[in-house]
């Protein structure tokens, strides 16, 4: 079985700050029915009792707990079946009726040896795919060339992206909210007092012309490109830009009638009607949004849409 859809940044940054430290990972290997976590998702075990992430969304992490204290204790690893919360077939249930099982190893060279949390870091910083592979008979994770005769491989993909074009209100409340998520934002600007990092804590800043900056972007099928501008010199150039691109989602702040007079100046510069089509216009899924914060929320929902429809 293979996973690659989790988001491991806030493992890594735990596994990074307990370096050293005896620690258990906890890994979902299989799913059924309406599972609350995907396969491949984890959850990161201190010796102490502190821990990052989830398996289950808060059902089963108190039994994880005590068996990842064994594995730390005993150097063990453990592969446990969680189902329906009806009693009569599992000890620990859960109640969303679907089921997980759960790989809990030690981090040990045994087991899951400390050194895969780097690999994968530097693997993700290169915007590379990392597979590691984990024997479930043993218990054993290391790092493998392909997924053939493994028993279950995890896929650690690079991060994904959000590169917004305009530093207005909305980029503010939708950066916050795709890093809340794990997603990597570069905001691009020409304008330098729009794009402070007064108004921009711990975001990439880019001050390039928006076409210019896409292009050295390089936007992949991991990426998605919004533009909140709401001006034409701006706007326009970068969304020509991003429609040269495999970019997961491709988006523009406006009303309907806004959008339709963009696709007809986007048209009379030579792109094609199909290409056209690819821009979500108006940006977003439909919540009624009124404030900032809302159609930020919008945007990401639209966002998230586009990128599990791809899986990537």
């Known amino acids: 079985m293979t996973a690659g859809s989790a988001d491991h940044r806030r493992i890594l940054e735990s596994a990074s700050a307990w370096s050293g430290a005896p620690m258990a990972l906890a890994t979902v290997v299989e799913t059924w029915k309406s599972a609350p976590c995907p396969v491949g998702t984890h959850m990161l075990v201190h010796q102490d009792g502190r821990f990052t992430g989830s398996v289950s969304g808060g059902c089963v992490e108190g039994d994880v707990l005590e068996i990842a204290a064994r594995v730390i204790a005993e150097d063990a690893f453990a592969l446990r079946r969680y189902g329906v919360a009806d009693g009569a077939a599992w000890e620990v249930g859960l109640p969303c009726g679907g089921g997980i099982v759960g790989l809990v190893q030690n981090v040990s060279p045994?087991?899951?040896?400390?050194?895969?949390?780097a690999a994968i870091a530097g693997a993700q910083a290169a915007g590379k795919i990392l597979?590691?592979?984990?024997d479930l008979k043993t218990g054993a994770s290391a790092v493998v060339d392909s997924e053939d005769g493994q028993e279950f491989v995890n896929r650690y993909l690079p991060p994904r992206r959000l590169i917004i074009v305009g530093a207005v209100e909305i980029a503010a409340s939708l950066c916050a909210i795709?890093?809340?998520?794990?997603?990597?934002?570069?905001v691009v600007d020409p304008r330098a007092r729009f794009l402070t990092g007064e108004r921009f804590p711990e975001t990439v800043l880019d001050d390039r012309w928006p076409d210019e900056a896409i292009a050295a972007l390089r936007p992949d099928a991991r990426t998605a490109v919004v533009t909140l501008s709401h001006d034409p010199k701006i706007d326009d150039p970068?969304?020509?830009?991003a429609l040269e691109t495999p970019a997961a989602y491709v988006a523009a702040l406006g009303s309907k009638t806004s959008h339709a007079r963009r696709l007809e100046r986007l048209a009379a510069t030579g792109i094609r009607a199909d290409r056209l089509a690819r821009i979500e216009g108006p940006a977003g899924i439909a919540i009624n949004a009124i404030s900032a914060p809302e159609i930020a929320l919008s945007i990401a929902g639209g966002m998230v849409r586009a990128f599990n429809n791809g899986m990537r």
């Open 178 to 186: 795709a890093r809340s998520m794990g997603v990597e934002v570069i």
């Open 110 to 117: 045994t087991h899951f040896p400390e050194r895969l949390f």
């Open 238 to 241: 970068a969304l020509a830009a």
């Open 131 to 134: 597979l590691i592979g984990s």
